[in-house]
């Protein structure tokens, strides 16, 4: 059989092989013990093949070590993987860690045997089941391939662990000991309750037996088995004879509670946004309530629940594991960014999204025209050019603010205010976001920022301020718009050289609505006069952010001509959103972070006039 997935393992080691110089550290990444899963058939324990041709190593060269098996962001990545190789049946990975301050005090702490634990993530290519002798279910993974290699809080592997000295240095042969006992196979992990629901509304599903079902065994507490016979006679019962549909559950990273938290966030998120198309590794958890969850997370730490109440259940997963929070901040982090992308941001239709790598000032520099091609006499002589340089200089600071979702609210499986708040957040970084720009276009009494050259954005140095205001309702607004025009056709470059601009947006406040679109309205004209000639030539764009109820501008395409520009920090664009269990807060905080600047870069893309009041 071959199926193409993503598993994660968990694997210990001690740090006797760290090179501190270097900042490698050699991981016996696999030895191949079993380790226990689930399915929709039950449990099983999977053993990977370390057999010549079994591990699939095209992806090492580069591969990244990982911080947990997050992939939500360049600082996720640790570090990378310099070699990997097979020795005396075990999987040999080599490591080395990066020179970030996070990455090195993660380092520090594997250097100094703090951090020991590792988690491969791998693909299962093929696979072989068979039941042994005590009739557990063993599935031998025969083919797989190697995609990542994650630091994690907790180990399972025994045998997988760092290089230590005595295992570089041949041992004397010694007598080949008596055959062991075939070892008894490790008893089946009893479910507890969340994982019996979960199983209750599979069935129900794969039967097409609805929720009301799953709610009815789920309330009487039945077992799986009781699920599974309740829902075959309901089929018998009922004549249902459609084919129960192919329900395809992946169990990637079952022992990865990091992942798993990732997954119960997006099912939470289903019940704010039920038009979400949900993932199916995510369809498991649809239902589970927040003590559900919980108590999962606690299970995958170790953790007993039973004898606790709902209330410290709830207290302990949020002060004993760091996953439960992540659930919660994966639901405010997609509430906040689809509430960030629906708002709307008119000035960035105008503007240029470009990204900073620190938060030191950007310089954008802007190089003037080309110099003009001249003949080659005939000796073959090339004469030299040049061209001419400009900058605007900027930066990148950092807003924000913290959500929080209190204990009680949790327990009490109550989320609407949560995400209530994390959309309006998300909407708030939007129109941070359109504040700024606009405060930017309309500082300095409206004439926009100071430039390099000690000028105003609009001056009359520059070509871009009208010298005649025009009211743009008025009879005139055809001729000021033709002024315009003239002038950003006639905008010189560096060189002295026009470079003409064309316009493409005209931008009006909201009081100037209705006449743009009569200004820009196509007609069908009786006679030449009454032709409208930027019918179709410009779009409007109408800022309610504006505070001159007269002023309007014309802007050239970002894309073809330097002016309004905005920047994020590279690797994170937009909101980004951190979780912790909270210590003033009874619960969790999210915290929301946006690293985010503006300027003028160039005011040849951009025209202004003051406008009248209209008689």
Same mark, same amino acid.
């Given at each position: ?31 191949g ?12 324990a999977e ?5 010549? *041709? ?22 996720r ?11 005396? *049946? ?10 970030r ?76 000991p ?20 979960q ?8 039967f ?70 949900l ?5 498991p ?31 302990? %997963? ?30 960035k ?11 030191? %000032? ?52 109550d ?30 009494s *409206? ?29 005139s ?8 025009r ?36 196509s ?25 001159s ?55 040849? *893309? ?10």
């Open positions: 059989m071959t199926v193409i997935d993503q598993n994660t393992r968990a694997l210990s080691f001690a740090p006797h092989s760290v090179d501190a110089k270097a900042r490698t550290v050699e991981l016996i990444a696999s030895t013990a079993g380790v226990m899963r689930r399915d929709m058939e039950g449990d099983f053993v990977l093949s370390l057999a010549n *041709g079994a591990v699939d190593l095209s992806r090492a060269d580069g591969m990244p070590l990982l911080d947990s098996h997050r992939q939500d962001g360049l600082d990545v640790l570090g990378v993987v310099r070699a990997v190789r097979m020795e005396g *049946g075990n999987l040999i990975v080599q490591v080395q860690f990066s020179e301050p996070s990455a090195d005090a993660i380092f520090r702490d594997v250097a100094t045997g703090i951090i020991r634990n590792v988690s491969v993530g791998y693909g299962v290519i093929d696979f072989e089941d068979r039941l042994d002798p005590a009739g557990l279910r063993v599935r031998t993974v025969t083919k797989w391939a190697l995609h990542e290699v994650s630091l994690v809080p907790v180990g399972a592997d025994a045998g997988a662990k760092t290089r230590s000295p005595e295992m570089t240095t041949p041992a004397a042969p010694a007598p080949a008596a055959p062991a006992p075939t070892p008894s196979p490790a008893p089946a992990p009893s479910m507890t309750r969340a994982q019996t629901n199983e209750i509304r599979a069935l129900a599903t794969t097409n037996l609805g929720n009301d079902f799953a709610d009815q065994l789920i309330d009487s507490e039945a077992t799986v088995d009781q699920a599974r016979a309740a829902a075959i006679e309901s089929v018998r019962q009922t004549g249902n004879r459609t084919t129960p549909q192919a329900r395809v559950t992946s169990i990637a990273n079952q022992d990865d509670p990091g992942q798993i938290a990732t997954r119960m966030g997006e099912a939470l998120y289903l019940r704010a946004n039920p038009r979400h198309q993932s199916e590794q995510a369809r958890f649809v239902g589970m309530t927040t003590l559900d969850m919980a108590r999962e997370m606690m299970r995958l730490r170790g953790l007993a629940t039973t004898g606790l109440s709902a209330a410290e259940t709830i207290t302990r %997963a949020l002060n004993t594991t760091s996953d439960f929070p992540l659930i919660f901040a994966d639901t405010a982090n997609r509430t906040l960014r689809a509430a960030y992308q629906a708002a709307p941001a008119t000035l239709a105008v503007a240029r999204q470009t990204t900073a790598r620190d938060f030191r %000032a950007k310089t954008s520099i802007q190089l003037g025209e080309a110099p003009t091609l001249e003949k080659v006499n005939e000796a073959g002589e090339y004469k030299y050019g040049s061209m001419a340089e400009a900058a605007e200089t900027y930066k990148i600071d950092t807003f924000g603010k913290i959500v929080g979702l209190s204990r009680k609210a949790i327990v009490n499986d989320l609407g205010a949560f995400t209530d708040l994390a959309g309006k957040m998300g909407a708030a970084a939007a129109d941070f976001e359109a504040q700024f720009l606009v405060d930017l276009l309309i500082t300095g *409206g004439l926009g920022p100071t430039m390099s050259d000690t000028k105003k954005l609009f001056h009359a140095d520059h070509g871009n301020l009208a010298a005649t205001a025009v009211d743009l309702a008025g009879a607004a055809i001729d000021g718009l033709g002024a315009g003239l002038a950003m056709r006639k905008q010189t470059g560096l060189s002295g050289k026009r470079i003409n601009v064309t316009p493409k947006f005209l931008v009006v406040p909201p009081e100037l609505e209705t006449a743009g679109e009569k200004l820009l309205a007609i069908q004209a009786a006679t030449v006069d009454d032709v409208n000639p930027f019918s179709g030539k410009l779009q409007l764009l109408v800022e309610a952010r504006l505070t109820a007269i002023r309007w501008y014309i802007a050239a395409d970002p894309a073809t001509f330097e002016g309004l520009e905005y920047a994020y920090l590279q690797g994170a664009e937009g909101p980004q959103t951190e979780t912790r269990a909270g210590f003033e807060v009874d619960g969790v905080e999210v915290k929301v972070r946006l690293d985010f600047g503006a300027a003028f870069t160039d005011y040849r *893309g951009w025209y202004m006039n003051q406008g009248l009041v209209h008689s």
